[in-house]
């Protein structure tokens, strides 16, 4: 059965405080990782694409990579506006089209 | 461009009481469309998502169903709604064809009293 696990849970950074989220999934055969940013009371919002390892996606300061075990979403200099919960997601095994999704990492940042 | 409407936002409801939530796509045909709950703190889990008119796949045996009476509609109802049906509902669309990205609504906040 596909798993994604994120970490950490939670993760504080002051401005401008570079870091990483982890993405690690068990599938059969990897068909594609989402990345997903999630503002508190609204639904996610999808921010990337990956479909084979040594894979990357840039936006404003966000990058995402793939490897064949895990997906890293890299924050450069981030900003209190950059807060939120970031998901991932990886598409189900049988066929089913619908995404199994991590319990997400819930970024702060402090100015 | 597509844009996805869920409504209501919120939504306030006694035990026993029927529920229907909607969920429309405008600038896009034959979508995928999902719904999915999250728990509070939690991930998200599917629900039903649907193929086509009237195709509905369910995930998870429950208090609840879908449908789908128009290409670019989907309704979650219940019949008769149980506290543990509150939740933030959230409804998605994806292109045809395996492993494509899906598209989140706003969601609806539902609280059982």
């Known amino acids: 059965e596909d798993q994604v696990t994120q970490s950490p849970e939670a993760l504080r950074l002051q401005e401008g405080e570079s870091s990483s989220l982890n993405c690690s999934y068990t599938?059969?055969?990897?068909?594609?990782l989402f990345w997903y940013r999630q503002d508190p009371g609204k639904g996610p919002e999808f921010l990337f694409t990956?479909?084979?390892a040594g894979e990357e996606k840039e936006k404003e300061r966000l990058k995402a990579t793939l490897t064949k075990k895990e997906s890293f979403l890299h924050i450069t200099a981030p900003k209190p506006e950059d807060s939120a919960t970031y998901l991932c997601?990886?598409?189900?095994?049988?066929?089913?089209?619908?995404?199994?999704f991590g319990s997400g990492t819930r970024l702060q940042v402090q100015p | 461009s597509q844009t996805i409407h869920q409504w209501p936002a919120t939504l306030v409801q006694p035990v026993g009481s029927p529920l229907s939530l909607e969920c429309t796509v405008e600038?896009?045909?034959?979508?995928?469309l999902y719904w999915y709950r999250q728990a509070a703190g939690r991930g998200l889990q599917l629900l039903f998502y649907?193929?086509?008119?009237?195709?509905i796949s369910s995930e998870v045996p429950q208090n609840l169903s879908a449908s789908r009476p128009q290409d670019r509609q989907f309704i979650l109802s219940s019949k008769k709604l149980l506290l543990r049906d509150s939740g933030f509902y959230l409804c998605?669309?994806?292109?045809?064809?395996?492993?494509?990205?899906?598209?989140f609504g706003d969601g609806t906040r539902l609280s059982i009293l």
């Open positions: 998605a669309w994806s292109r045809r064809g395996l492993n494509q990205p899906q598209h």
């Open positions: 599938v059969s055969g990897l068909r594609g």
């Open positions: 990956l479909y084979s």
């Open positions: 997601a990886v598409p189900m095994d049988t066929g089913r089209r619908a995404l199994t």
């Open positions: 600038g896009t045909s034959n979508p995928n």
């Open positions: 649907s193929v086509g008119i009237g195709q």
